[in-house]
């Protein structure tokens, strides 16, 4: 019976004969699944390409683990530290850095920076010196060479490489007392930009210099650090890599991964997808209003026949689910057109790049398996729903006349 069930749904839908008004119903319900299934595919692929594209960015800023001190600001006994990293088969580089907000002068304009003193190994794992768009990254000869963010030099028109006009920086120093000369409230030293590189949320109005320069103007001991960063030979073993020198290190400092260093960034950016599903999602729901027309214009054109079907001792459960079975149709109509126009316009996305979200960059699609899972769940539960619920068709609305 339930084969029938199943063969009169497939007639209802493929035949041609029959009601125009149910047939133009019918292909819109399946059109309205598909186009909504297609928009939810294609809008999340364009949020995972963008969500890779983040990681790219981030990954640039941020090394794979990072050590802080839990007492201070410095690292204590820095060579420890250093020797115990040295001997971890799983690190690949690390680099120390000291980081501090500073006062920059030039020409009479200033303007609040942070600058970040690295040593030379700072490149193996945060590797900015491909970014610098003019000039060159510091030879760390000198330790008043220093790379600037693009924005922060355009503001003050500071020269790259002049050997006559220097910007200043200025450090304020700690402690209380009488000030009786300007040596009393800062530390000063004259820079040579060589550099420019590209700024973002995360490197605005910084200058990036080598690590002697901030010790310098600090007053701090060589060898001294904030922070130590780390790059993996492999970045999967993160975790593990971070409990071993929790062991090895003690309390007196704190491990992050790259995901807690940016835990704002991903908490925003997993808000952002959950309101992304849920607009999609209440898309679909109403789109499946369309099918609850279909099946109910559907009973109402084929009251008839079901009348027939009755009189010959079909059972009412196979008639009702002859309905779900026309609503099953319809959705996985709905749903496998929708994916394969979906996937067919992320391809074409990524092949001409004819969408841009800047003029110079356009939007990134990435297709991932688990979106084709998420959408085709998402439009099979409200399609399911629908149908079952509109196919509880009564026995004496077929009988009565």
Same mark, same amino acid.
């Given at each position: ?36 299934v ?5 809008i @999340? !692929?364009? %949020? #995972?390409? $963008?969500e890779?594209?983040?990681?790219? /960015?981030i990954? =640039?800023?941020?090394? +794979? ?25 799983d @690190? !690949?580089? %690390? #680099?120390? $850095? ?5 006062? /920059?002068?030039? =020409?009479?304009?200033? +303007? ?26 510091? !030879? ?8 600037m963010?693009?924005?922060?030099? =355009? ?82 073993n ?16 704190e ?31 109403i ?48 749903i ?40 085709a ?25």
């Open positions: 019976m339930k084969n029938i069930a199943f063969y009169i749904a497939s007639r209802y839908l493929l035949s041609k004969k029959g009601s125009t008004a149910v047939t133009f119903i019918t292909w819109l319900a399946a059109v309205a699944m598909s186009v909504a297609a928009a939810m595919f294609v @999340i !692929s364009v %949020f #995972s390409g $963008l890779d594209f983040n990681k790219t /960015l990954s =640039n800023l941020h090394a +794979d683990l990072t050590i802080k001190s839990t007492s201070g600001k410095t690292i204590k006994d820095f060579n420890k530290v250093k020797s115990i990293l040295k001997q971890n088969k @690190i !690949s580089h %690390f #680099s120390r $850095l000291i980081e501090e907000k500073v006062y /920059l002068n030039y =020409n009479g304009k200033g +303007d609040i920076a942070y600058l970040r003193g690295v040593d030379s190994a700072y490149i193996k794992v945060n590797p900015i010196n491909k970014t610098i768009f003019f000039g060159r990254y510091p !030879s760390f000869e000198y330790s008043n060479e220093v790379i963010e693009h924005s922060l030099l =355009n503001r003050l028109g500071v020269p790259i490489e002049s050997d006559r006009d220097f910007a200043t920086i200025f450090m304020p120093k700690p402690g209380t007392g009488i000030i009786n000369r300007e040596e009393d409230i800062y530390n000063k030293k004259e820079i040579i930009v060589t550099g420019i590189f590209p700024g973002n949320e995360q490197l605005n109005n910084y200058i990036i210099a080598p690590v002697e320069l901030t010790e310098e103007l600090l007053n701090l001991p060589k060898n001294s650090a904030y922070q130590v960063v780390i790059q993996l030979k492999n970045p999967d993160t975790d593990n890599v971070k409990q071993t020198l929790l062991k090895s290190l003690g309390k007196n400092v491990i992050k991964t790259k995901e807690e260093e940016n835990a704002a960034f991903w908490k925003m950016i997993n808000t952002e997808k959950l309101f992304i599903y849920l607009i999609f999602a209440l898309v679909i729901f789109t499946t209003f369309n099918l609850a027309g279909a099946i109910i214009i559907l009973q109402l054109d084929k009251k008839e026949q079901a009348k027939s079907l009755i009189s010959l001792g079909f059972p009412l459960s196979h008639l009702r689910i002859t309905y779900f079975y026309t609503g099953i149709l319809i959705v996985l109509l709905g496998v057109s929708g994916l394969l126009l979906g996937t067919a316009l992320c391809f074409f996305q990524q092949y001409t790049e004819l969408f841009k979200a800047v003029e110079d960059l356009p939007f990134p699609v990435k297709i991932v398996g688990k979106n084709y899972f998420i959408v769940a998402i439009a099979s539960v409200f399609g399911i729903s629908i149908s079952w619920f509109f196919s509880k068709i009564s026995k004496d609305y077929i009988t009565k006349n």
